[in-house]
């Protein structure tokens, strides 16, 4: 069985407690990532950034506790955990830059087999871009992990040799946790562990001319 | 100091660059932008986080056809169809800033900075036609700064010299955005006497600050 984005959300969400025991600064994209907050274990130390001016953000907020002066990056409402704290957007994005954040995890189009990133625009001519935070990010965090589904609607792999769409950071991106499996990326091509629902060789053809490696 | 809405964006003259505080509708001066688009400066160039949201503040300006250009990190969102169509209509310029550069863009011109080298952006379509730099083995992508003539911020409480605090991340772009312009008009909830904020707490020193308009003396119409 392939792992749904809860199962994926999971995975990453004791990955990140394994690597840092004492706790962590961690940022999660829009989107999907943001579910790996519901599977921190209990006590992790994790505090999670917000983009636009947080730490320790807590949990969406219910119906009776929305105030319009407290979202998170994706303008969701949500709420305070203790010890948060509130800066403006020069020194949130100088948190990123300045690799003062352990972990970031974002969604992805595609990631090459060197770690580029492509997850802000999807090449199409019409398209309306707009990159908010994604580029600061990919090259900030200490550790820029990526969570997607291995392959697109048409079924292309999005771990590709090379990216085809518009890059959002080149050899920024260390691992990628997916429905079949997780990759890191290493200076000789992917090494796939966790798989889920397929077997090496079945990866290994899905993704060639990507060279993929065992553990 | 204190003043109206309508007083704080006087003179504002066709071609400005004007920044707009607010990440998505927080922290957006919805009354300041509605003054003005009642003052009718045009051929705007706004600079902001966003490009609008819904039909009112910023939104309500690019609607009344006022600006020219859109300076932003995310134009992008599910309720952005009044600059969305104004785009593919082909009426309204794009420049798109990666959201970390955008703000240090604008701490740099309120620093007296003439130019950054920055790590973000890098082999992106955006570093496109920029200075690249390697330093100590790490490339960085030459980045200017942006100021304005103006700047629409809110905030949540102003004493009366013009030092403001802000509420949760309402405060996003609004304390760059004060040192970035020439003119600043800040609308805050309400105003207290000098010596009522704590000194420790005060986000945006008063020197940044050229106007205020506090809504609870424009309700009681102590300000004119």
Same mark, same amino acid.
């Given at each position: 069985?392939?792992?749904?984005?809860?199962?994926?959300?999971?995975?990453?969400?004791?990955?990140?407690?394994?690597?840092?025991?004492?706790?962590?600064?961690?940022?999660?994209?829009?989107?999907?990532?943001?579910?790996?907050?519901?599977?921190?274990?209990?006590?992790?130390?994790?505090?999670?950034?917000?983009?636009?001016?947080?730490?320790?953000?807590?949990?969406?907020?219910?119906?009776?506790?929305?105030?319009?002066?407290?979202?998170?990056?994706?303008?969701?409402?949500?709420?305070?955990?203790?010890?948060?704290?509130?800066?403006?957007?020069?020194?949130?994005?100088?948190?990123?830059?300045?690799?003062?954040?352990?972990?970031?995890? &974002? !969604?992805? *189009?595609?990631?090459?087999?060197? /770690?580029?990133? @492509?997850?802000?625009?999807? #090449?199409?001519?019409?398209?309306?871009?707009?990159?908010?935070?994604?580029?600061?990010?990919?090259?900030?965090?200490?550790?820029?992990?990526?969570?997607?589904?291995?392959?697109?609607?048409?079924?292309?792999?999005?771990?590709?040799?090379?990216?085809?769409?518009?890059?959002?950071?080149?050899?920024?991106?260390?691992?990628?946790?997916?429905? &079949? !499996?997780? *990759?890191?990326?290493?200076?000789? /091509?992917?090494? @796939?562990?966790?798989?889920? #629902?397929?077997?090496?060789?079945?990866?290994?053809?899905?993704?060639?001319?990507?060279?993929?490696?065992?553990? | 100091?204190?003043?109206?809405?309508?007083?704080?964006?006087?003179?504002?003259?066709?071609?400005?660059?004007?920044?707009?505080?607010?990440?998505?509708?927080?922290?957006?001066?919805?009354?300041?932008?509605?003054?003005?688009?009642?003052?009718?400066?045009?051929?705007?160039?706004?600079?902001?986080?966003?490009?609008?949201?819904?039909?009112?503040?910023?939104?309500?300006?690019?609607?009344?056809?006022?600006?020219?250009?859109?300076?932003?990190?995310?134009?992008?969102?599910?309720?952005?169809?009044?600059?969305?169509?104004?785009?593919?209509?082909?009426?309204?310029?794009?420049?798109?800033?990666?959201?970390?550069?955008?703000?240090?863009?604008?701490?740099?011109?309120?620093?007296?900075?003439?130019?950054?080298?920055?790590?973000?952006?890098?082999?992106?379509?955006?570093?496109?036609?920029?200075?690249?730099?390697?330093?100590?083995?790490?490339?960085?992508?030459?980045?200017?700064?942006?100021?304005?003539?103006?700047?629409?911020?809110?905030?949540?409480?102003?004493?009366?010299?013009?030092?403001?605090?802000?509420?949760?991340?309402?405060?996003?772009?609004?304390?760059?955005?004060?040192?970035?312009?020439?003119?600043?008009?800040?609308?805050?909830?309400?105003?207290?006497?000098?010596?009522?904020?704590?000194?420790?707490?005060?986000?945006?020193?008063?020197?940044?600050?050229?106007?205020?308009?506090?809504?609870?003396?424009?309700?009681?119409?102590?300000?004119?």
């Amino acid at each position: 069985m392939s792992r749904d984005k809860h199962q994926i959300a999971a995975a990453i969400a004791h990955d990140i407690a394994t690597a840092h025991p004492d706790g962590a600064f961690v940022n999660l994209g829009i989107g999907q990532p943001t579910l790996v907050a519901d599977h921190l274990p209990e006590g992790s130390g994790v505090v999670l950034h917000t983009e636009n001016g947080m730490l320790n953000m807590g949990p969406a907020a219910a119906e009776d506790q929305v105030n319009p002066d407290l979202t998170n990056a994706g303008k969701i409402p949500v709420t305070e955990l203790p010890g948060c704290s509130y800066f403006d957007s020069a020194a949130s994005f100088a948190m990123m830059r300045g690799g003062h954040l352990d972990v970031c995890v &974002l !969604g992805a *189009f595609q990631v090459s087999q060197t /770690g580029d990133l @492509a997850n802000w625009h999807n #090449g199409a001519p019409d398209a309306i871009p707009a990159v908010g935070g994604a580029m600061d990010l990919a090259i900030g965090a200490r550790s820029v992990w990526v969570m997607m589904t291995l392959l697109d609607k048409q079924g292309r792999p999005k771990i590709v040799p090379e990216c085809t769409y518009p890059l959002t950071g080149v050899g920024c991106i260390e691992r990628v946790y997916t429905d &079949l !499996g997780t *990759f890191e990326i290493v200076p000789d /091509g992917v090494v @796939a562990r966790d798989l889920a #629902g397929t077997t090496h060789d079945e990866l290994a053809s899905l993704l060639a001319p990507v060279r993929l490696l065992r553990p | 100091m204190l003043t109206s809405y309508d007083d704080a964006v006087a003179g504002t003259a066709d071609g400005s660059t004007v920044m707009v505080g607010g990440f998505g509708m927080a922290g957006m001066p919805v009354e300041l932008i509605d003054a003005l688009i009642r003052q009718g400066a045009k051929d705007l160039t706004i600079v902001s986080n966003n490009a609008g949201n819904g039909d009112t503040g910023l939104a309500a300006l690019l609607a009344a056809g006022r600006v020219r250009k859109v300076v932003c990190s995310f134009p992008r969102q599910v309720d952005s169809w009044v600059f969305d169509g104004l785009y593919r209509a082909g009426e309204i310029e794009l420049e798109v800033v990666p959201q970390g550069n955008l703000a240090e863009r604008m701490r740099a011109a309120g620093a007296g900075i003439g130019a950054f080298y920055s790590p973000t952006g890098v082999g992106t379509p955006l570093a496109e036609g920029k200075e690249v730099r390697e330093i100590d083995g790490r490339t960085y992508v030459l980045e200017m700064p942006i100021r304005a003539d103006l700047a629409l911020v809110k905030a949540h409480v102003a004493d009366r010299l013009g030092n403001l605090v802000y509420r949760r991340t309402a405060r996003n772009f609004g304390p760059v955005m004060c040192t970035a312009a020439t003119t600043v008009a800040v609308q805050v909830d309400r105003v207290v006497e000098v010596g009522e904020l704590d000194p420790e707490s005060i986000v945006t020193p008063a020197i940044f600050v050229d106007r205020i308009v506090p809504a609870d003396l424009v309700a009681e119409e102590e300000v004119a």
